[in-house]
């Protein structure tokens, strides 16, 4: 399990997006070493709501949608990001105006929430 985190490289979690980097990494090798045999594949979610994910913002998605769309990528990708709103996410933020977008939907769902 990685993250969307492996690919944007937040500030404010860097050890997170670390840690999620060397775990997609650690699937892509295992897929090449024993992708023959079993099905190996890096699940890179973004903002799913959880404990950890407590706001709403554009491209949050429930537990239930991520898992459902994952696993009908299991057996035919290498990785996934687990929902297609999650892919948008991801790419997105190789746009300097989709970064200052969704971190200021994002913060204003937060103050908004507390």
Known sequence: ???????THRTRAVIYA???SYNKALSDVL???VGD??????????????????FNAPFVIKPEQHVRWALSDLGYNKQ???????WIHTN????PLFDAWYTAMKEKSISQSQ
Not at 37 to 54: E, Q, R
Not at 80 to 86: A, D, I, L, Q, S
Not at 92 to 95: D, E, F, P, T
């Open 31 to 33: 897929y090449k070493e």
């Open 37 to 54: 045999a079993i099905d190996v594949m890096a699940v890179l979610p973004g903002p799913t709501k959880s404990n950890m994910v407590k």
């Open 92 to 95: 997105g933020y190789r746009l």
């Open 80 to 86: 996934t990001f687990g929902h297609y709103k999650h």
């Open 18 to 20: 670390a840690t999620k």
């Open 1 to 7: 399990m990685s993250s969307a985190s492996s690919y």
